[in-house]
């Protein structure tokens, strides 16, 4: 699988509650030296702190962190980037569960060019026509190991016989997945979509 769009090769996870004014003013004072971004844990269980660095300065902010006694722990990038790895981690909301949407393992290719009917909100090859922003948070979210909320998706029959497709939320994450060379991405789809789904071999 190719993972060339993630550029980081360094993440650190830190407790949070082990980081002192101190920690964070020195952590931070680095962070454009060390070409460092941080990103808190998305849950209140998840009370850590992500560091990510590029791949020249994995050793600079290793020996920081040792020399300031803080405890880490170094994310291996080939684990938390793993086809299988990945998959699993994905999950349906509580929204579109209370929805009665289904988790399926989408056929990237064919759920790519039904998206593309719908050019405004299609995202291009490295988040052309997207929010950069969303897509490259997204390729360093991918490696905290945390938990991911599927694509949710809905196909719809036009006047004009086509069966289209539209996300509700997460084109940006499928857009990274499609990137990396994913042949299948697990999505969140609507009941009503699952025949439009077969009927274009999605599934």
Same mark, same amino acid.
């Given at each position: 699988?190719?993972?060339?769009?993630?550029?980081?090769?360094?993440?650190?996870?830190?407790?949070?509650?082990s980081l002192t004014k101190k920690s964070c003013k020195k952590l931070f004072s680095k962070s454009n030296e060390y070409g460092m971004v941080f990103e808190p844990g998305?849950?209140? @269980?998840?009370?850590?702190?992500?560091?990510?660095?590029?791949?020249?300065?994995?050793?600079?902010?290793?020996?920081m962190l040792i020399s300031m006694k803080l405890p880490f722990q170094s994310i291996n990038p080939k684990e938390s980037l793993d086809n299988e790895a990945i998959h699993s981690r994905i999950f349906l909301s509580d929204f579109d569960k209370h929805q009665g949407n289904i988790l399926i393992d989408a056929n990237t290719q064919i759920l790519d060019n039904a998206l593309k009917n719908n050019p405004k909100m299609y995202?291009?090859?490295?988040?052309?026509?997207?929010?950069?922003?969303?897509? @490259?948070?997204?390729?360093?979210?991918?490696?905290?190991?945390?938990p991911i909320t599927a694509t949710s998706v809905y196909l719809r029959r036009e006047k004009n016989g086509q069966i289209s497709a539209h996300v509700n939320d997460g084109r940006h994450r499928f857009a990274v997945?499609?990137?990396?060379?994913?042949?299948?991405?697990?999505?969140?789809?609507?009941?009503?979509?699952?025949?439009?789904?077969? @009927?274009?071999?999605?599934i």
């Open positions: 699988m190719n993972i060339n769009p993630i550029s980081f090769k360094g993440t650190y996870c830190i407790p949070i509650n998305t849950s209140m @269980e998840n009370n850590k702190l992500y560091i990510h660095s590029p791949q020249e300065y994995d050793n600079n902010i290793t020996q995202v291009g090859i490295n988040g052309k026509n997207g929010s950069g922003f969303r897509y @490259e948070r997204f390729k360093r979210y991918l490696k905290t190991n945390q997945l499609r990137d990396m060379g994913f042949e299948k991405i697990p999505v969140s789809i609507t009941k009503d979509s699952i025949e439009l789904a077969r @009927e274009i071999n999605l």
